[in-house]
């Protein structure tokens, strides 16, 4: 899936000035890679474990004023680039984040909602037009390298380490809009990408994991940026979305799906409030600025 994602990376138009795979703490994998790729940089990371530290040591190489960020395990779309990129010709534009979409293993299962692609990493209800946004996706996202630098980047130790998940985009995003308040996020839906869905993120199981780590990690998220939170969009997400959803399953007699959809909800909700009561417990330190 890396070679693939890194072939499809380098036939873009115009390609990228640097490509660089950050491996986290596999010394095995990164020397494997340094012998089958040229022109490539590899970091073998050995900070803090996760995808944050991983993201912050492949950036720190990174020469060029533009960073973009993609997942191991996509393919990218002809023109994704390109088409990234293009709104840094306005100067208030800090960062964009294109539209992911789903590359399943198996078929879709069917008590699948719609609402929950997140949940997989693919995008689900943006605009079909460019479009101002407060967040983007880290699997598809680019932004101006100073302002990256000036919060620090991801903040390493919150974000997808191992079974755990917790939206350390959002986090960066807010924290460089807050920084930045003049400037804004885009998101770009012609900057395509798809996201491998394998078997095991297939199952009601791994549903309900992950719903369960997005509840903690928004409450985490909210204890970490203190005064800069914003989570408008998940409550509008909760009243608005989500009971739009169910009614529109129930209407339809996707029965299952409007199970899954209550079932996701009530294991987010789990989660956020057992991080609530573990709350003096966190320890969520905040980037220091580059």
């Known amino acids: 899936m890396l070679l693939r994602t890194v072939a499809t990376a380098r036939a873009q138009t115009p390609p990228p000035a640097q490509l660089i795979i950050s491996v986290d703490h596999n010394q095995t994998l990164a020397k494997r890679l340094r012998s089958l790729l040229d022109g490539i940089e590899i970091v073998d990371h050995r900070g803090e474990r996760g995808a944050s530290g991983?993201?912050?040591?492949?950036?720190?190489?990174?020469?060029?004023?533009?960073?973009?960020?993609?997942?191991?395990?996509?393919?990218?779309?002809?023109g994704w680039l390109a088409q990234l990129t293009a709104p840094f010709s306005d100067p208030m534009v800090v960062g964009t984040g294109g539209q992911t979409l789903p590359a399943w293993e198996t078929a879709r299962p069917q008590w699948f909602p719609d609402e929950f692609g997140w949940v997989v990493g693919v995008t689900n209800g943006r605009p079909p037009a460019n479009a101002r946004v407060r967040n983007v996706w880290s699997e598809?996202?680019?932004?101006?390298?100073?302002?990256?630098?000036?919060?620090?980047?991801?903040?390493?130790?919150?974000?997808?380490?191992?079974?755990t998940s917790r939206p350390e985009d959002t986090d960066l995003c807010i924290r460089v809009g807050a920084a930045a308040p003049r400037s804004h996020w885009v998101y770009v839906p012609g900057a395509m990408i798809e996201h491998v869905v394998p078997v095991g993120r297939s199952t009601l199981r791994f549903f309900l994991r992950r719903c369960y780590s997005e509840g903690a990690g928004k409450i985490e998220l909210a204890a970490a940026l203190g005064v800069v939170s914003d989570l408008a969009d998940e409550r509008r997400y909760?009243?608005?979305?989500?009971?739009?959803?169910?009614?529109?399953?129930?209407?339809?007699?996707?029965?299952?799906?409007?199970?899954?959809?209550?079932?996701?909800?009530?294991?987010?909700a789990l989660g956020g409030t057992i991080a609530i009561v573990r709350g003096g417990r966190l320890e969520l330190r905040r980037p220091t600025a580059a």
């Open 54 to 78: 991983a993201r912050n040591a492949g950036a720190a190489l990174a020469t060029s004023p533009l960073l973009a960020f993609l997942d191991d395990d996509v393919v990218v779309h002809s």
């Open 140 to 163: 598809n996202m680019a932004l101006r390298r100073e302002a990256f630098e000036a919060v620090g980047g991801f903040r390493a130790g919150f974000g997808k380490v191992g079974s």
């Open 238 to 268: 909760l009243l608005l979305t989500v009971p739009l959803a169910l009614l529109r399953n129930l209407a339809m007699g996707r029965f299952s799906r409007a199970a899954a959809i209550l079932a996701g909800i009530a294991s987010a």
